[in-house]
């Protein structure tokens, strides 16, 4: 079965929309997470992929260069191409609001893709295309929007800019008429799509909702049993999702007092242990290895939580957010 890891690497807005004087968007915080001469964001991500000899695929934030300088980024780029790891496209077009560094007069842009006219967003997708072949990456051909937030417009959007394949779907959190995917393999108007893999939560919090695997909202134990069912089940793929700011604890959304999230860290490592003492049943792959190798239709099974590893999530985050 292949498993693609997926990172999102962005910025974040931290309040400047509504007050850009007192709020200034951060970059560095969040995506490196520097403590104590040490990166426990993206830093901590890829030593550890690299001790484990996995792969994963970064879809980095394309849109923000209206506020931040191209080099911003682009060193951290730099670090994941040189670590062997895929970098693809990810688009938030609330950046689209700021010109030369400000905030423009007119706030024109939301923050879901869905929302946006096909042209306009197929400008943004161009544009985030040309960036990433600024930062080095050779030929993009994938991308994830922001909060998952997706319509048809999309990959009609995505097809007229030239790319290939997608994961935009995440039913777990945001929902959109007719692209109702816990998981697979689908064409969706010429683009090869790969939703989240969603499994059914239950509880005693979020009982019957479906909980992506994600490595902050869930324990180990949660995803290491998805994958194992999915697997006994005779899927084929299944999407892990995480963002380096997970990784981190912080006092505010301004990232204040930073310092390593151990509890999360340690899932990522401990997955990770689990994928690379696996590979026979377990491949991991980039998403476009994953949309070149596989056939759609592919409807994938939803695998079933169990109610005891649940309260145990439960009990570690709420311990962890509050204490520790």
């Known amino acids: 079965m292949f498993v693609v890891l997926t990172v999102d690497v962005e910025p974040s807005i931290a309040g400047a929309i509504s007050d850009p004087v007192v709020n200034a968007p951060l970059l560095h915080e969040p995506v490196w997470g520097e403590v104590e001469g040490r990166s ?5 991500m890829l030593r550890t992929l690299g001790q484990h000899d996995l792969k994963s695929t970064f879809f980095v934030e394309t849109a923000h260069v209206h506020r931040f300088s191209q080099t911003d980024m682009g060193g951290y780029v730099e670090k994941i191409l040189d670590a062997r790891q895929d970098v693809q496209m990810h688009l938030h077009p609330v950046w689209a609001n700021f010109r030369n560094g400000a905030v423009r007069p007119k706030k024109t842009f939301s923050d879901r893709c869905d929302l946006i006219a096909r042209e306009d967003l197929s400008e943004m997708i161009e544009h985030g295309i040309e960036q990433l072949r ?19 417009n999309v990959y009609g959007a995505m097809r007229a800019a030239g790319l290939s394949y997608s994961s935009n779907i995440c039913i777990g959190t945001s929902k959109s008429e007719g692209l109702d995917y816990s998981g697979g393999v689908y064409d969706i108007d010429g683009i090869v799509e790969i939703p989240m893999t ?11 909702k479906l909980r992506p695997l994600q490595v902050t909202s869930c324990s180990f134990l949660e995803i290491k049993t998805a994958l194992t069912d ?5 899927c084929k793929i299944a999407v892990v999702l995480t963002h380096p700011f997970e990784f981190l604890k912080r006092d505010d959304f301004r990232f204040s007092n930073m310092r390593a999230n151990s509890l999360v860290q340690a899932r990522f490592d401990r997955l990770c242990g689990f994928l690379a003492e696996n590979r026979a049943r377990f491949e991991t792959v980039t998403l476009e290895e994953a949309a070149i190798s596989l056939k759609g239709p592919y ?3 939803t695998p079933e939580g169990r109610a005891v590893y649940s309260l145990f999530r439960s009990a570690q985050n709420f311990l962890n957010d509050r204490f520790f």
């Open 40 to 44: 426990e964001g993206l830093g901590f």
């Open 134 to 152: 600024r930062w080095g990456v050779q030929n993009p051909t994938g991308l994830r929007t922001g909060n998952f937030s997706v319509g048809k």
């Open 198 to 208: 969603c499994f059914e939560d239950k509880g005693p919090i979020g009982q019957g």
């Open 230 to 234: 999915l697997y006994e089940a005779g």
């Open 299 to 301: 409807v994938a099974p």
